[in-house]
């Protein structure tokens, strides 16, 4: 069964910076691609970026202001460090994954995801 749980949300000043984290296990196949979202309040979610088993990252339209990278502690563990936070940065970061052996320049369906962890920057 498939687990996602992502941490390191919380409150943090404009101009800051966060790491947060996303465990992950139970895939049933080596190859699957691991991806960051978020949805702030009141707007649609977004997706910003991917990373896949080899460790190539594919970087979508959400996080084109450059503030955001994806990467790997170790096989289970896929990080998004997001700098520069701005209060518009404030919302839910969700951390999901689908069975696909690379991430595309659009959007695949993600099968599993996890429960979100909540950003909140301040001004």
């Known amino acids: 069964q498939v687990q996602l749980v992502e941490s390191g949300g919380g409150l943090v000043q404009s101009g800051g910076s966060l790491r947060l984290s996303c465990a992950a296990s139970g895939f049933p196949s080596d190859y699957y691609v691991i991806a960051w979202f978020r949805q702030a309040p009141g707007k649609e979610r977004e997706a910003l970026s991917c990373i896949e088993t080899s460790d190539k990252i594919t970087y979508w339209p959400g996080s084109v202001t450059g503030r955001f990278t994806i990467g790997r502690d170790n096989a289970n563990t896929v990080y998004l460090d997001i700098a520069s936070l701005k209060p518009e940065d404030t919302a839910v970061y969700y951390c999901?994954?689908?069975?696909?052996?690379?991430?595309?320049?659009?959007?695949?369906?993600?099968?599993?995801w996890g429960n979100g962890t909540l950003v909140t920057v301040s001004s």
């Open positions: 999901a994954a689908g069975n696909y052996y690379y991430c595309s320049a659009y959007v695949p369906p993600m099968h599993y």
